[in-house]
């Protein structure tokens, strides 16, 4: 739509399997409508991902939410910083935010693919450490984004829906 942002999903199936395991995955595309040429001007991101290493994530949750996080890597550039913080009973800053320079995208990347899975599930205190990490050295004219990786299975700290959404807030 003119001036609007539209959103497009597309699931990997149509039904679920009654007695399967019941996961459903959607790949989600948001696109903004292209403005007259040479108008486009990128916006330096500082970008936080908050990724659930929790036990509930084993096997294909956890490749497939690294296999994510090395994607958004290799997409930031030089004027972009990163940071990832990790979370299962414990949260911690994997990456502290810092610029994506070649060499720590590949750093970074490497740390990604080391991470297993562990535990239980304390979503809260993950959201608290990735919005105090954006939050400690804001800059000017940069967009600020955390995106939080999980299967959503919060058994921990905070886990009260309400409690979350003021965290997302």
Request: proline fraction near 5%.
């Amino acid at each position: 739509p003119p001036g609007g942002v539209a959103f497009s999903g597309t699931l990997d199936r149509t039904a679920v399997l009654l007695g399967s395991d019941g996961i459903v995955r959607t790949e989600l595309v948001v696109r903004a409508p292209d403005g007259p040429a040479g108008t486009r001007r990128r916006v330096p991101t500082d970008l936080v991902v908050v990724l659930d290493r929790s036990g509930s994530m084993s096997g294909a949750k956890i490749e497939d939410a690294k296999s994510a996080v090395r994607e958004l890597i290799s997409m930031l550039g030089p004027e972009d910083r990163f940071a990832l913080v990790t979370y299962a009973s414990d949260a911690r800053v994997d990456v502290p935010l810092a610029p994506a320079l070649p060499a720590s995208r590949e750093a970074w990347a490497a740390a990604v693919s080391l991470l297993r899975s562990s535990t239980n599930t304390n979503m809260s205190w993950g959201l608290d450490l990735g919005i105090a990490e954006l939050s400690r050295s804001r800059r000017a004219g940069s967009a600020t984004r955390l995106i939080l990786i999980s299967d959503g299975l919060a058994n921990e700290g905070d886990s009260s829906h309400e409690g979350l959404v003021a965290r997302a807030r």
